[in-house]
T-cell receptor, first 114, second 114 residues
Framework: ETGVTQSPTHLIKTRGQQVTLRCSSQSGHNTVSWYQQALGQGPQFIFQYYREEENGRGNFPPRFSGLQFPNYSSELNVNALELDDSALYLC?????????????FGQGTRLTVV | GDSVTQMEGPVTLSEEAFLTINCTYTATGYPSLFWYVQYPGEGLQLLLKATKADDKGSNKGFEATYRKETTSFHLEKGSVQVSDSAVYFCALHRSNFGNEKLTFGTGTRLTIIP
C-alpha cells in the first residue's frame, strides 16, 4: 500500500506566475485536503475535496483553486503568485469522513516565490 | 472560530528527562484532538489522538488526556530520547459532515541532547 505522494518536492517560481502542485492519495482514500505551512508556523487549511467536489474551504483567496480526479488524486493551483505564498504545501488523504477519520500526510512541496 | 494555542518553543531537554508540551484549544461542540509530529524533511505523522472528553491517547511512550473542563490536551512523556527530536503540533479536528478540517497550533520544536 503506497502512502500519500506529492510532486514536485521543491519548486521556485517568480511573482505573478502560476503553479500546479500534485498529490496522489493513499489507496482507498476518497478525501484529500490541502494545507499551507509557512516557515515556523502550523499548517493552515486551504480546502478539501471529497469524491471530486470541494466540500470545505479555509480563509484563502480564489486564486487558490483545486481539482480532484476520478482516481482521487488532486491538484492545487495557485495563480498570480505572491511572495507570501512561499511555504510548504501539504496534502493529506483520508478514507472517508467522520470524527475518527485519520488524515495521512505527504512529505509536502516546498514552494519558493522570488 | 476554532483555535489551538500551543506552548512556545524551542524546548531543549537532556535525554531521559520528563517532557510536557502544553496545548489548549477554543472550540464549540466536541472536536477530536490530535498530536502530530514532524521529523526533519518529512511530512506530518499522527502521534496520538483522543475523540471525546477524558479520553487518553497514547503512543510510543507519549500520552495526552482530553480535558474539556480546562480545554487542554497536554503532551507528556516520562523519559525522552534523542530520536524524539522533532516539531510537535497540537491539532483540533472539526467534523461537520461534508466539511472537515484540522486546525493546528504553531508547533513546538523539541531538541533532546544526549
Amino acid at each position: 500500500e503506497t502512502g500519500v505522494t506529492q510532486s514536485p518536492t521543491h519548486l521556485i517560481k517568480t511573482r505573478g506566475q502560476q503553479v500546479t502542485l500534485r498529490c496522489s492519495s493513499q489507496s482507498g482514500h476518497n478525501t484529500v485536503s490541502w494545507y499551507q505551512q509557512a516557515l515556523g508556523q502550523g499548517p493552515q487549511f486551504i480546502f478539501q475535496y471529497y469524491r471530486e467536489e470541494e466540500n470545505g474551504r479555509g480563509n484563502f483567496p480564489p486564486r487558490f483553486s483545486g481539482l480532484q480526479f476520478p482516481n482521487y488524486s488532486s491538484e492545487l493551483n495557485v495563480n498570480a503568485l505572491e511572495l507570501d505564498d512561499s511555504a510548504l504545501y501539504l496534502c493529506a488523504s483520508s478514507p472517508g469522513q467522520g470524527k475518527n477519520t485519520e488524515a495521512f500526510f505527504g512529505q509536502g512541496t516546498r514552494l519558493t516565490v522570488v | 472560530g476554532d483555535s489551538v494555542t500551543q506552548m512556545e518553543g524551542p524546548v531543549t531537554l537532556s535525554e531521559e528527562a520528563f517532557l510536557t508540551i502544553n496545548c489548549t484549544y477554543t472550540a464549540t461542540g466536541y472536536p477530536s484532538l490530535f498530536w502530530y509530529v514532524q521529523y526533519p524533511g518529512e511530512g506530518l505523522q499522527l502521534l496520538l489522538k483522543a475523540t471525546k472528553a477524558d479520553d487518553k491517547g497514547s503512543n510510543k511512550g507519549f500520552e495526552a488526556t482530553y480535558r474539556k473542563e480546562t480545554t487542554s490536551f497536554h503532551l507528556e512523556k516520562g523519559s525522552v530520547q534523542v530520536s524524539d527530536s522533532a516539531v510537535y503540533f497540537c491539532a483540533l479536528h472539526r467534523s461537520n459532515f461534508g466539511n472537515e478540517k484540522l486546525t493546528f497550533g504553531t508547533g513546538t520544536r523539541l531538541t533532546i541532547i544526549p
